[in-house]
Structure formats: structure tokens, C-alpha cells
């Protein structure tokens, strides 16, 4: 409070001349009357950032007309003619044989078609048994090149990736030496 004080009464005798920032409004601001309405604008139903058009020539409202007359078959002539006449280029498709779009009716997309024919496994350790834990690592170093510390850690990380793209016949063989030391090993 007393700080306060005396800054007023400093401000008041002018002995802080501007060491300390004050808010000031400009010199022409008059405050708006808060019983006014706000003002409203006019805008134009919509933009057009080119500005106004003129209207079109007689000529082309006769050839509009002459274009909405004619029968369908005559109309999808219209584009081609027009394009070769201006010489305008062709617009070409997009190929879209990279992008799955989806299966179209339900039927089974390409990506359903392609795990049908996987020709290559990876083949995963999902658990042991707490007593074959020293077995699952000594099988596991028999057909991977881990020491023995990295098939340790390997074994303690489970579930874990043992072996990736091999073929069908090495996953189940793999599969089936784990499973006879007491782990389960499952190919995805």
C-alpha cells in the first residue's frame, strides 16, 4: 500500500518522469457510446475475387443455346471435337494398381489373396516353462549365431522374434525342437 502511495504522489509531482510504462491511448481516440448499435455492412451474396463480370455476348448465349438443344450422343462429341480443335491435351487416368482401395461388394481384397500365398515365416517364442528356460536357450543357440548372453536375453524378452523369413519346412522343424524342450513357438 505505501508503494502505492508514493508512486502516485512521484507521478503527481513529476519526479518519475517515464522510468515506469503507463498505457496510453492516443490522442484523437474517442470511446465508442455503448448505446450505439453496431454498424452493418453490406456483403455481396458471394465473393468473386476477379470482381464483377460482363455479361455474356449474344453470340455466346446463342451458341449456349444451340449446345443445350442438341441430343446426348452430339453433346459427348462436343469435348473431343473441341479439344483436337484448340489442340488441348488429352487428360490421362491415374493409375491406381500400387493403392488398395478396398475389396469392391465384399469380395476378398489383394491383401487377403496375398497372405493365402506367404511363402516366407517368421517364427516367434511365445513362452517356456520356467524349469527348460537354460534348454529353450541352448536350443535357441543351436540355429541362430547368438552367444550365449544374447540368447539369454533374448529368451528373458519373451514374447520375441526368433527367426524371420524362413521358409515353411525350417519354421516347422524350428517349431517342433522348441516345443520338445518345453517352450511354445508359434509361425506367423
Avoid at 510504462?21 to 453496431?38: G, I, T
Avoid at 452430339?74 to 483436337?84: F, K, T, V, Y
Avoid at 516366407?120 to 543351436?142: H, P
Amino acid at each position: 500500500m505505501k508503494v502505492a502511495t508514493l508512486y502516485r504522489i512521484a507521478r503527481a509531482n513529476s519526479i518519475l518522469p517515464n522510468l515506469v510504462q503507463r498505457r496510453c491511448f492516443q490522442a484523437d481516440f474517442v470511446p465508442r457510446d455503448p448505446k450505439s448499435s453496431p454498424k452493418r455492412y453490406k456483403y455481396p451474396a458471394f465473393y468473386d475475387p476477379y470482381g464483377p463480370r460482363p455479361p455474356p455476348s449474344d453470340k455466346i448465349l446463342q451458341l449456349a443455346e444451340k449446345i443445350a438443344s442438341l441430343p446426348l450422343q452430339e453433346r459427348m462429341q462436343i469435348g473431343p471435337a473441341l479439344r483436337e480443335k484448340v489442340m488441348h491435351p488429352k487428360l490421362e487416368h491415374i493409375s491406381v494398381e500400387g493403392i488398395d482401395l478396398g475389396a469392391p461388394g465384399g469380395a476378398p481384397s489383394k491383401a487377403e489373396e496375398k497372405k493365402a500365398e506367404k511363402t516366407t515365416f517368421d517364427v516367434k517364442l511365445e513362452k517356456f516353462e520356467a524349469g527348460a528356460k537354460l534348454k529353450v536357450i541352448k536350443e535357441i543357440r543351436s540355429f541362430t549365431d547368438l552367444g550365449l548372453k544374447e540368447a539369454k536375453d533374448l529368451v528373458e524378452k519373451v514374447p520375441v522374434l526368433l527367426k524371420q523369413q524362413i521358409t515353411k519346412d525350417e519354421a516347422t522343424s524350428i517349431i517342433e525342437k522348441i516345443k520338445a524342450v518345453g517352450g511354445v513357438a508359434v509361425m506367423e
